[in-house]
């Protein structure tokens, strides 16, 4: 059973940066059958996909894809070592406080290419407030 | 504002069929897969149809997936009160890159 457990400061001031860490059980940062997800959820904005990271070794490369609302400001890294991947946001505003999520995109090829959010991490409040 | 359009509202019977609709464009639905996540009060979306209509094993045959063009639908048949929860669309978009999700649909059992 796959289990994904998020930690990080849960209040930050504007323009300091949003770290959050999200280890990984039961599966590999380094899967070929996966991409590793940050997505937020928030009232104003809803649930809005934020980017992932993953690794194929038929490339023997890792690769990022970053949501167009917050590139130039993210970083989503992959640790082995510790098999878990990260989160940095930087130059935050209070319009980025929301519950942040990690979660594993599954990608199965049987017959086609499935992908889908399948597990997901306990989530984490964080508030930008001065 | 969403990319994708869903009702905020539905509601149901016990028993009922009830059925929740997303509206998208050429970029996401019209061109790729549409998944349906399920979100109860302080806890996680769970993925409920992938792939238009696949469910991954675990999910109830009561839940169903339908896509025609650049719209989609969830269909809930049997409709029971632990099916009380917001219910999400989601899309690759390809003039976007990534994924987005339709403003969710709160699904009242009455």
């Known amino acids: 059973q796959v289990q994904l457990h998020q930690s990080g400061p849960g209040l930050l001031k504007p323009s300091q940066t949003l770290s959050l860490t999200c280890v990984i059980s039961?599966?590999?940062?380094?899967?070929?059958?996966?991409?590793w997800n940050w997505i937020r959820q928030s009232p104003s904005r809803g649930l809005e996909w934020l980017g992932r990271?993953?690794?194929?070794?038929?490339?023997?490369?890792?690769?990022?894809d970053y949501a167009l609302s917050v590139k130039g400001r993210i970083t989503i890294n992959p640790d082995t070592s510790k098999n878990q991947f990260s989160l940095q946001l930087n130059s935050v505003s209070p319009d980025d406080t929301a519950v942040y999520y990690c979660?594993?995109?599954?990608?199965?090829?049987?017959?086609?290419?499935?992908?889908?959010?399948?597990?997901w991490g306990q989530g984490t409040l964080v508030t930008v407030s001065s | 504002q969403s990319v994708l359009t869903q009702a905020p509202s539905a509601s149901g019977t016990p028993g009922q069929r009830v059925t929740i609709s997303c509206s998208g464009s050429?970029?996401?639905?019209?061109?790729?897969?549409v998944y349906w996540y399920q979100q109860r009060p302080g806890t996680a979306p769970k993925v409920l149809i992938h792939?238009?209509?696949q469910r991954p094993s675990g999910v109830p045959d009561r839940f169903s997936g339908s896509k025609s063009g650049t719209s989609a639908s969830l269909a809930i048949s049997g409709l029971r009160s632990e099916d009380e929860a917001v219910y999400y669309c989601?899309?690759?978009?390809?003039?976007?890159?990534?994924?987005?999700f339709g403003g969710g649909t709160k699904l009242t059992v009455l």
């Open positions: 979660a594993r995109e599954i990608v199965l090829v049987v017959g086609g290419t499935y992908r889908y959010f399948d597990f």
């Open positions: 039961g599966d590999s940062v380094s899967s070929n059958g996966a991409a």
């Open positions: 990271t993953y690794y194929r070794s038929n490339r023997s490369k890792w690769y990022n």
């Open positions: 050429n970029s996401n639905i019209g061109s790729d897969y």
């Open positions: 792939t238009n209509n």
């Open positions: 989601a899309a690759w978009d390809d003039s976007l890159s990534g994924y987005i």
